[in-house]
């Protein structure tokens, strides 16, 4: 049977499996060492911003993740939060061999820009699901809304009145629209468009609690 629990250090490699095959970064990003980066922006980076971080584990086998800002846990310490998580970024972009500075730049600003559109869509929001995936596998099963039921309560536990949730137009973001969510801003962003090899369509979904 399937049971959530807490996020441990040990289950980053198969969380940055499954991120991957939600969002195809091997795919989509022709360097192996950017690929790598875009998982650990993902997985450490969003953990850097969350208080709550569970996992769903069915005989063993991590099968589904769920990352939100507001939470009654403590930060994780990812390595990638703040200052120095944006620092240590730069400095493994800055390091990636055979790449050209020209398109390094290009990298750096499209995570600039990123962020500051997106903390200008956000700003409203009091709790924010920063990151959310099953394995391609086990979807359908209610996983996914097992991990949001759970997330649903705790904001409402701390008194939280609105939940955001930033996706893109390649994300399953019809599970959002099913579960009463509204899309309340869109955004045309440089970072997912590299990620994505594709367009850099950006949604904000909101769901008043
Ligand atoms: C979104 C995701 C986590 C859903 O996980 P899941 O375990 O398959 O979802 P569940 O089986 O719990 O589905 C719960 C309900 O949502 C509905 N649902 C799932 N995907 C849906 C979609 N694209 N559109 C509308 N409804 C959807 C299901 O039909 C089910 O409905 P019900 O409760 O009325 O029976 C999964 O599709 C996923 O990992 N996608 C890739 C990553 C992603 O898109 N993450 C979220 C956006 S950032």
């Known amino acids: 049977m399937a049971t959530l629990r807490d996020y441990r250090r040990d289950d980053l490699v198969r969380c940055r499996e499954l991120i991957n095959q939600a969002w195809d970064f091997d795919g989509n990003i022709s360097h192996p060492e950017i690929a790598a980066l875009a998982k ?11 208080r709550h971080y569970r996992v769903v584990e069915d005989d063993g086998v991590v099968l589904g993740l769920l990352f939100g800002a507001a939470g009654d846990g403590d930060k994780f310490p990812s390595g990638y939060g703040g200052v120095l ?8 972009l800055l390091r990636v061999r055979g790449l050209a500075l020209r398109e390094k730049r290009r ?17 409203r929001s009091d709790a924010e699901l920063t990151l959310f995936a099953v394995d391609e596998a086990a979807r359908g099963r ?5 991990l949001l039921a759970e997330y649903l ?3 409402r536990s701390l008194g939280k009145n609105r939940i955001t949730v930033e996706t893109d137009v390649y994300s399953n973001f019809g599970f959002y629209e099913h579960h009463g969510f509204v899309r309340v801003g869109e955004f045309d962003s440089p970072l997912t468009e ?13 769901l008043e609690l």
């Open 194 to 206: 590299l990620f994505s090899g594709g367009s850099g369509e950006t949604y904000v979904y909101e």
């Open 153 to 155: 309560d705790v904001c």
């Open 40 to 50: 650990d922006i993902y997985v450490n980076g969003s953990l850097a911003e969350s």
């Open 85 to 92: 998580g944006s620092l240590r970024v730069l400095v493994r």
């Open 107 to 123: 990298w750096i600003a499209a995570i600039n820009a990123h962020e500051v559109t997106r903390v200008k869509v956000t700003r």
């Open 142 to 146: 209610g996983l996914g809304r097992q």
